[in-house]
């Protein structure tokens, strides 16, 4: 059972567009809301997160919008260029089990010139 | 630097013979995790560690074993690989990973035969 759904499994966008990437989750006792970004050959690295006591955070050119009473929650990529293409994971942790970091599936996005 | 180490970086064995991919850290966290990766599936977690001799099963911990004897190490143990641990692995560190997430080593692929 996947707690965290993440889509599209793929993105392709053209540079200068914006890349979304959308994660659902079902658990209400998830408070914690990082993405991770993972180039070819490294291990995933911490992009941005979010708790669930805001609705928007902004850092340069990503931003997570979420959505507490749909349970859902963004990434979204302004001005998206060539070196953003990577897999995106979105993950949720507990605030009673703060250990487990739970992953969605993946978004691998291509941003073509 | 602050890193999280993991060896080997690439592993090819054969079903049944015995082996340690070893991980350690240099940040002082507390908090030590395994993560596979398979396409498809995301990220999912082996086990983790609290603290020293503290390790708890995360997801998919059926034929492993782990250990926590000093907080810098946390080694993971196949103690008879089947194909179906050829997988990519990750090991990774956090202060709190509820509040901070996790720091990434930067993979071990294993394919037994």
């Known amino acids: 059972q996947q707690q965290v759904k993440q889509s599209p499994q793929s993105l392709i966008v053209q540079k200068g567009g914006i890349s979304i990437i959308n994660c659902a989750y079902e658990?209400?006792?998830?408070?914690?809301f990082p993405w991770y970004q993972q180039f070819p050959g490294k291990g995933p690295a911490l992009l941005i997160a979010i708790r669930p006591d805001v609705s928007e955070k902004k850092e340069g050119r990503f931003t997570i919008s979420f959505n507490k009473s749909a349970k859902q929650f963004s990434l979204h990529i302004m001005d998206s260029q060539p070196g953003d293409s990577a897999t995106y994971f979105c993950?949720?942790?507990?605030?009673?089990?703060?250990?487990?970091?739970?992953f969605g599936t993946g978004t691998r996005l291509q941003v073509f010139p | 630097e602050a890193q999280v180490t993991q060896n080997p970086r690439y592993l090819i064995t054969v079903t049944g013979k015995k082996l340690t991919v070893t991980c350690s850290q240099n940040?002082?966290?507390?908090?030590m995790s395994w993560y596979r990766q398979d396409p498809g599936l995301g990220l999912r977690q082996i086990y983790y560690?609290?603290?020293?001799?503290?390790?708890d099963k995360g997801d998919v911990p059926e034929g492993y074993k782990v250990s926590r004897k000093e907080k810098r190490n946390f080694p993971l143990i196949l103690e008879s690989p089947s194909p179906n641990q050829t997988s990519l692995y990750f090991c990774a560190s956090s202060p709190n990973p509820g509040h901070y997430g996790y720091t990434f080593g930067s993979g071990t692929r294993l394919t037994v035969v």
């Open positions: 560690s609290m603290n020293v001799e503290v390790t």
């Open positions: 993950a949720a942790s507990h605030y009673y089990n703060t250990d487990k970091l739970i």
């Open positions: 658990n209400t006792a998830f408070d914690y």
């Open positions: 940040m002082n966290h507390e908090y």
